[in-house]
Structures are given as C-alpha cells and as structure tokens.
C-alpha cells in the first residue's frame, strides 16, 4: 500500500484526493494547504486525514511514500527538492517546474535516489488521446501536415504565469505524445490586455521538418473551446474534448498533386470521403493517472509522463516566452 501525502487543497487538490482514495493500492493519509478555508474543506470533505499547514510534515513523514506537489508552479521546485531528498516519490501538477535547469535538478536527483516523478499531463490518459495515439501509431491519417489547438474560455486568471504557462502544457504534453517528431523551432505572440504585466490571450507556432502545430490559448473568449485538428496526407482528425460522446472524428479527406502546369500551376485532387466516429473510453482521466502513478511505483517503472516529458514541456514553454518577449522572434529548440 502506498501512502500518499498532498500539498495543496486549493481547486484542483480535491481531485487529486478523491482519485487517489479511491485506488486500491494507495492510501491519502495527509493533506497539506496554507488557506485555512481549504483545510477546514478538506476536514468537511475527508474526515480522518491528517490536516497540517506546513508542507514538511508531509516530507518529513517516515509513513508516506509519495508526495503530490498542487501548487502553483514557483513553488514546485523546492518543495519537490525537498521531497526527493527526504526519498518521497512525486507527482507534480503542470507545468513541472518554472525554467528547465530546475527541472533537470530534479531529474538528476530522483534518478540518483531511484524514485519516481510523474507530472500531472492529465488529459494523456483520456480515452480520446490515447485513441488519437493508437490512431497516429497506425498511421492511419498517413504524414501529418498540420496540428491545430485552441483552449479557450472566459478566465481563470491566474496571478502568477501568463495564459501560455497556464493553458498551453495541457496541449503541448498532448502533442508531444502523440506526435513522435519534436519540433525544432517555437514563435509566440501575445497580448496583455489588463496591464498586468501577464499575456491573456497567445498564439504559438512550433516548426517540424514537414509539419506545423499551432496554439490558441486565450483567457478572453465568450465561448469555451477545446478542440485539435490534426491533417494528414490520407485523412484528417477533429478531437473536440467538449462533445459529450462522438469526441473524435475521422474524416476520409485529402488532396493529392497530380501533376503541374508550367512552373506554378498546381494540378489537385480533392478527395471527400465517408466520417466516422471511433468508440473512446470515457473513464475520468486522473482516476486512470493515480492509478498508474502508483503501480509505477510498485513495478519500479518510468512513467510516459516522466520528469523527462515535463522538461520537453517546459522548454517548449520557455522558448515561447523568449519569443514573447522578443516580439516574436523565432526561437531554435
């Protein structure tokens, strides 16, 4: 039985929780949150834990195997050091850590001491990601072309990261798995409407060799979208998390170069074929993520959300900022 200690109760705290206790194999036996409204929460919600407001009595703890770091993202790095260096497992809410030199501090130190980390790219474990895997791996879309994601909604505005920081791991980490190309370049631009000194609404550009992935992310929309695009050479793929059950859909379209007219006449064929909706499995994300975190733990195996994955994200994130700050400069990965 593993026994897991949570810092953080805030928003998404309580998910973290709830999943956990519900696994067989683990056990949430303290939970940590500096807001005493959060903790009377907790008390409410989970009578018989063990409230604390300092986080070091859950690192400290010699009856906890595992930590959960679920806040914001400053505080990720030292609190997870102190966590590996007490020998606690972590799992650590997106983005993994604030700049990539404190993320490969702690993958050098969990790897020294034999433990894991796993970072919190929960939407890696829905059904319709793992099925646009599968689908990817056979290629049955055949050569990408192109990836098109927008996540907006109407706030929440976070106080310290910008929308990118906020919004953009859930679908870079989503990227990153299923496509096996990394890209080679990032540009972003963006816009801080309220004069907070943090952008509200991005856009980002990511270059491959033969392919172009580009994000929309934007805490000012009327509307909340969560939909990707992915366009191949023999069919082209609409994910729409939102859609309560047909959330990926196949269309059989395309076009093809048959031939050219002098040196700029393209001659193209567009083929329109039949869409279908291939069955997903709707089982809540995290609930499947805890799981695997713990038997990850117990089998002694690297997560696919490793801190290894978590630092892919966060340089993707760091060279959008440099090209943010540098009015959108291309930025070589």
Not at 12 to 20: A, D, H, L, S, Y
Not at 173 to 189: F, L, N, Q, R, T
Not at 277 to 290: F, N, S, V
Not at 305 to 321: F, T
Request: charged share 25%; hydrophobic share 40%.
């Amino acid at each position: 039985m593993i026994k897991i200690g949570v810092i953080g109760y805030g928003y998404w705290g309580p998910n973290i929780v709830r999943n956990f206790a519900l696994t067989d194999k683990a056990e949430v036996v303290s939970v940590c949150d500096i807001d005493p409204h959060a903790l009377n929460r907790a008390k409410r919600q989970r009578p018989g834990l063990n409230i604390t407001k300092d986080y070091r009595d859950i690192i400290s703890s010699r009856d906890i195997d595992a930590v959960c770091i679920v806040t914001p993202v400053s505080t990720h790095y030292p609190i997870a050091k102190e966590a590996l260096d007490n020998g606690k497992n972590i799992f650590v809410e997106k983005p993994f850590t604030y700049t990539s030199r404190e993320a490969e501090d702690l993958i050098t130190l969990a790897d020294k001491k034999g433990l894991k980390i796993m970072v919190d790219h929960t939407f890696l474990f829905t059904g319709a990601v793992r099925k646009i895997k599968e689908l990817l791996k056979e290629r049955l879309l055949g050569d990408i072309y192109y990836y098109d994601s927008t996540r907006v909604n109407l706030g929440l505005f976070q106080h310290d990261v910008n929308v990118i920081w906020d919004l953009a791991p859930h679908d870079l980490s989503v990227m990153d798995y299923v496509i096996e190309e990394k890209p080679g370049a990032i540009v972003a631009s963006g816009m801080d409407h309220l004069n907070t000194g943090l952008e509200n609404v991005a856009y980002i550009t990511a270059y491959f060799n033969r392919m172009i992935a580009h994000f929309n992310v934007n805490w000012l929309s009327p509307v909340k979208i969560r939909r990707t695009c992915i366009g191949g050479g023999k069919k082209m793929l609409v994910w729409d998390d939102l859609e309560a059950d047909e959330k990926i859909k196949v269309y059989d379209k395309g076009v093809e170069v048959k031939g050219r007219e002098g040196v700029y006449n393209l001659l193209v064929d567009y083929r329109s074929g039949d869409m279908w909706a291939p069955i997903t499995d709707h089982t809540e994300a995290l609930k499947i993520e805890t799981e695997y975190f713990v038997d990850c733990i117990l089998n002694n195996e690297n997560p696919i959300n490793d801190g290894r994955a978590g630092l892919r994200i966060v340089k993707l994130l760091e060279a959008a900022n440099e090209s943010l700050r540098n009015n959108g400069k291309t930025v070589k990965l």
